[in-house]
């Protein structure tokens, strides 16, 4: 089955055929570094690292290009007396960064600066003027527009008429034939720094935020590239934009466009008027790294996903159930010919799912219905199927970043503590097993009660008795 991604130009579902067979193109719209990342930021690259993970499991060699948006008007704004707008763009990337990692996100082939890629937006903005689709504002003021009105291809993405739009409010509109143009540049003001102006034909200044993007996808993709995400509230204006100058300057652009759904808190849209932020700090302080990109990762990437008192330790039970299978399994098949036979093979339903549109839901249904099984084979001692449950589990696990065995969730962890909690925990044990020998069944109680009440669960087997930490 070949892999379907809804494109939302189109929108409609269409098979996935790469410009060169066995290579993909993806951009992907970044953060603008203006404040601190929080959770829709952290879900957004999360999707579009489910999504390389999956083609690069389907035999594709992907290139994903992120760029880091770090100047804007917002960055100018937020910068302070005491911080340069540079040191804050830059030190609010390293926040982005470290929330990404945190996350098992793997970093992006390239990730750009918008600051680096000047030279590349100058070339464009020249030739939309050569076209005809871009003009210099006659009051001397250096901003030079997109004229919307010129290109009739202006709406294709968000199948708009030009007339039912609002007004573009990313500059003064006074230099503007009409309302709905959009800064491509914009002339430098006596009132920002003057290290946030770079010179150009049209006068100092610095780049719109949309050109930005459309320079940065064609230097490190080419003209023409294979698939263009971001987050749903960046279809209008930000994507209708870039679709529009880029086309109008020439290039063919992305064949497949493709947005994730947002984030609401508690049922409201997140907010900061509403003072319902969720910062990507406090989410990741709440649970563990591997929780939160179960949580995150577990809907399908084009529906609004809502955080909720109680997501998070949802989310840690179903993990759970992972973890507890994968203990469980790897202790009953130890020493038996059954052990490291599991073929880690993706199953043809998970296969399914993920090629009809990256149905994570599904595929996930596939996941724990494979635990299901497996345990249940451990049950009946069919540790053949087991093993095979083993292996699938295992697949299914790393291609959606969420297997607990993987190294890159052990790091950071406090391994004098787990170490203590282990020699405390295994001495219990054997003393619960040595009053069971002598009979005295109800000092093995009593131990099992005491390792019970503080969440730890005993299951005996024949090869003696385990722990797990809440049916870990």
């Known amino acids: 089955m070949a892999i379907q991604l809804y494109d939302s130009r189109a929108q409609a579902l269409r098979d996935f055929t790469p410009l060169v067979p066995g290579k993909v193109g993806v951009y992907v719209c970044g953060p603008t570094v203006q404040s601190s990342p929080h959770i829709g930021h952290l879900r957004s690259a999360l999707v579009y690292d489910q999504m390389r993970r999956w083609l690069n499991y389907s035999g594709y060699d992907v290139t994903l290009v992120r760029n880091v948006t770090d100047i804007d008007d917002k960055v100018l704004v937020n910068a302070s007396g005491n911080e340069e707008w540079w040191a804050l763009a830059y030190r609010t990337e390293l926040e982005f960064s470290a929330g990404y990692r945190a996350l098992g996100i793997l970093p992006p082939t390239y990730e750009p600066r918008a600051t680096a890629s000047i030279q590349q937006m100058h070339a464009i903005i020249e ?82 935020w949309h050109i930005e993007c459309s320079a940065m996808a064609s230097r490190y993709l080419g003209a023409a590239f294979d698939i263009h995400g971001g987050g749903l509230d960046l279809r209008f204006p930000h994507h209708e934009n870039e679709l529009a100058q880029s086309t109008a300057a020439g290039d063919p652009f992305a064949s497949y466009w493709v947005h994730n759904g947002l984030v609401n808190v508690n049922g409201q849209k997140m907010s900061k008027s509403l003072g319902n932020s969720v910062y990507a700090a406090d989410l990741l302080g709440a649970a563990r790294p591997i929780v939160v990109r179960y949580y995150l990762g577990q809907a399908h990437y084009r529906s609004t996903i809502d955080y909720h008192d109680g997501a998070l330790l949802e989310a840690e039970a179903a993990l759970d159930r992972i973890e507890s299978f994968l203990d469980r399994v790897t202790r009953r098949l130890t020493g038996t010919r059954f052990a490291g036979t599991g073929t880690e093979q993706i199953p043809d339903a998970f296969a399914a799912a993920m090629d009809d549109d990256l149905s994570i839901p599904q595929a996930l249904a596939v996941l724990h219905d494979t635990i299901r099984q497996g345990n249940a084979s451990i049950d009946g001692e069919d540790l053949a199927s087991a093993a095979a449950a083993q292996g699938q589990v295992m697949a299914m696990t790393e291609v959606l970043g969420i297997n607990p065995l993987s190294p890159e969730w052990s790091r950071g962890q406090d391994t004098a503590a787990s170490a203590a909690l282990d020699t405390l925990v295994d001495t219990l044990l054997d003393e619960r097993q040595q009053a069971r020998a002598a009979r005295d069944f109800a000092a093995a109680d009593r131990i099992r009660n005491v390792l019970t009440t503080a969440g730890i669960t005993i299951e005996d087997t024949s090869t003696g008795a385990h722990w797990s930490i809440d049916g870990q």
């Open 127 to 208: 030739r939309l003027i050569a076209n005809a689709h871009a003009y210099v504002a006659e009051d001397g003021s250096g901003d030079v527009y997109f004229d919307v009105r010129s290109w009739p291809g202006y709406g294709a993405l968000t199948r708009q008429n030009i007339d039912s739009m609002d007004a573009a409010t990313d500059a003064d509109p006074r230099g503007k034939r009409d309302p709905r143009d959009f800064a491509l540049w914009k002339g430098h003001k006596a009132d920002e720094p003057s290290s946030a102006a770079w010179p150009s034909p049209w006068g100092d200044g610095r780049p719109g």
